[in-house]
C-alpha cells in the first residue's frame, strides 16, 4: 500500500541554520504530495504541495521538489527562525482521496 | 471566514464507556473527514463523509462509527472505549472531498481523548 517514510527527529538547529527534512514514498500512480506543519496546541496546516514530477511546492521560505526518480520530497529551508519550530508532516494523496501521513518529524530551533 | 471548529476540545473517558466528538466544516464545505493521531501510529485516516453518506473508510474497528448531518456537521463516536484509543482526533473539511479539494483541506484543532 501507500507509504511515507520522513527522516526521524527531533531535529534541533541554531537560528539561521539551513534545513533540511527528508521524505520518500511509495505509491501506486502518481500521487500528489504534501508538507504539513503543526504548531502545539493546533491542528494541521497546509506549508506547501507538488502536484506532479519536477514541480517544486514553496511557501514562507520553505521548499519541495517532487522527485519521481528518486520517490522524494524533501524540505527545505535556508534560513530557519525559533517561530519555525514544529512538527512537520510528509504526506501524498492515496486512494479514495484520503492523505498518508509520515511519522512526523519535530523541529527546534534555537536563538 | 470561520475555520472547522471541533468540540469538546479535551475529554477524558473511563474504560467501556462510549464517546462522540463533533466537527463543524467551514460554511459551504461538503466533505469531512477523520483523522487519528497517536505516538504510536502517528496519524491514520478514519473516515470520510460527503452530503450524509460515508464515501470511504479506513482500517479501524467497527467500535468507530461516524456520521454526517443536512448542515454538513460531522459527528465520530467510540464505543467500548479502550485505552489505545487515547489520541488526538482532527477532522478536515473541503468543499467536496475530491483529488483537488486535498489542496484545500482544511483541518480543526482536534479533540484530545483521553481513555483512563
Known amino acids: 500500500g501507500d507509504s511515507v517514510t520522513q527522516m526521524e527527529g527531533p531535529v534541533t538547529l541554531s537560528e539561521e541554520a539551513f534545513l533540511t527534512i527528508n521524505c520518500t514514498y511509495t505509491a501506486t500512480g502518481y500521487p500528489s504530495l504534501f508538507w504539513y506543519v503543526q504548531y502545539p496546541g493546533e491542528g494541521l496546516q497546509l506549508l506547501l504541495k507538488a502536484t506532479k514530477a519536477d514541480d517544486k511546492g514553496s511557501n514562507k521560505g520553505f521548499e519541495a521538489t517532487y522527485r519521481k526518480e528518486t520517490t522524494s520530497f524533501h524540505l527545505e529551508k535556508g534560513s530557519v527562525q525559533v517561530s519555525d519550530s514544529a512538527v512537520y508532516f510528509c504526506?501524498?494523496?492515496?486512494?479514495?482521496?484520503?492523505?498518508?501521513f509520515g511519522a512526523g518529524t519535530i523541529l527546534r530551533v534555537k536563538s | 471566514k470561520a475555520g472547522v471548529t471541533q468540540t469538546p476540545r479535551y475529554l477524558i473517558k473511563t474504560r467501556g464507556q462510549q464517546v462522540t466528538l463533533s466537527c463543524s466544516p467551514i460554511?459551504?464545505?461538503?466533505?469531512v473527514s477523520w483523522y487519528q493521531q497517536t505516538p504510536g501510529q502517528g496519524l491514520q485516516f478514519l473516515f470520510e463523509?460527503?452530503?450524509?453518506?460515508?464515501?470511504n473508510k479506513g482500517n479501524f474497528p467497527g467500535r468507530f462509527s461516524g456520521r454526517q448531518f443536512s448542515n454538513s456537521r460531522s459527528e465520530m463516536n467510540v464505543s467500548t472505549l479502550e485505552l489505545g484509543d487515547s489520541a488526538l482526533y482532527l477532522c478536515?473539511?473541503?468543499?467536496?472531498?475530491?483529488?483537488?479539494?486535498?489542496?484545500?483541506?482544511?483541518f480543526g484543532s482536534g479533540t484530545r481523548l483521553t481513555v483512563v
Open positions: 460554511s459551504g464545505h461538503r466533505s
Open positions: 504526506a501524498l494523496s492515496g486512494w479514495g482521496n484520503k492523505l498518508v
Open positions: 463523509y460527503f452530503s450524509e453518506t460515508q464515501r
Open positions: 478536515a473539511s473541503s468543499l467536496h472531498g475530491t483529488m483537488e479539494d486535498l489542496y484545500g483541506y482544511t
